[in-house]
């Protein structure tokens, strides 16, 4: 990773793995990973002012408004550990989140990468329906594909492994509808501006990781 800082963006609809492979990147890169949906779930737990104005929206599937996120965002990446780059995911997920994240870097010798990691809708129904995460270290599990060895707990910290309040049906339906609608627009934006691969994320974990490994590699070499 030369040549300035590297905006890395992890792009997919929900249950793509864009969390699993955001976490697993940000390790291997030494850089943090941002998901603005944590930061959410956090301010929902701390009954927060950001978390009290975002909770119905979470709840229905809908995109909480841009401006709620964009300060939470924009706090977050002028902290010190953000200097060599950092992986967003979750964020941006509409073009004028895009065009401010876009406006927040400038000057800043920042490269964008976007790697649009793609998964029909079965598959993504299918995942989101059997997904288990850990609320204490945020790592994620499926019960058929990728189950925690040690049942209901987490592998890595023990901590009782949780289902989503929107990984529910309905509401799953109500988030890949918003994600073809506001989100996928975001792939023409980046490829416009050179700066999208697409990587294909219905195969296993260690296969999309190196996958996004080799793109980032390719890239930013
Ligand atoms: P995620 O964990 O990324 O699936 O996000 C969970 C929920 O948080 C989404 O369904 C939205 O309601 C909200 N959210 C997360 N990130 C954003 C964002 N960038 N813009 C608007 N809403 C967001």
Redesign the pocket.
């Known amino acids: 990773m030369e040549n300035g800082r590297l905006a890395l963006i992890i792009l997919g609809p929900?249950g793509a793995g864009t969390?699993t492979q955001a976490r697993m990147a940000a390790e291997a890169l030494n850089i943090p990973h941002i998901?603005?949906?944590?930061m959410?779930r956090e301010a929902l737990r701390n009954d927060t002012e950001l978390g009290r104005k975002?909770k119905a929206?979470?709840e229905c599937?809908?995109?909480?408004p841009?401006e709620l996120?964009e300060a939470s965002v924009a706090e977050r990446l002028v902290q010190e550990d953000c200097g060599r780059g950092f992986i967003l995911?979750?964020?941006?997920?509409?073009i004028p989140?895009a065009r401010f994240l876009e406006s927040l870097l400038e000057n800043s010798d920042t490269r964008f990468l976007c790697v649009g990691v793609s998964v029909g809708n079965d598959v993504l129904i299918q995942r989101l329906s059997s997904r288990w995460t850990c609320p204490a270290c945020g790592k994620i599990f499926n019960a058929a594909l990728n189950p925690a060895k040690a049942g209901g707990r987490c592998d890595e910290c023990g901590a009782n492994l949780m289902q989503r309040k929107?990984d529910t049906a309905e509401v799953i339906a109500e988030?890949l509808h918003v994600y073809h609608k506001a989100t996928e627009p975001l792939i023409l934006y980046y490829q416009e501006r050179d700066s999208f691969v697409e990587i294909n994320g219905d195969k296993p974990v260690e296969e999309v990781f190196d996958s996004i490994i080799g793109v980032i590699k390719g890239r930013t070499d």
Not at 61 to 64: D, M, N, P, T
Not at 89 to 94: E, K, L, Q, V
């Open positions: 929900p969390g998901s603005t949906g944590d959410l975002a929206f979470m599937g809908a995109l909480v841009d996120v995911d979750g964020y941006p997920r509409t989140q929107d988030r």
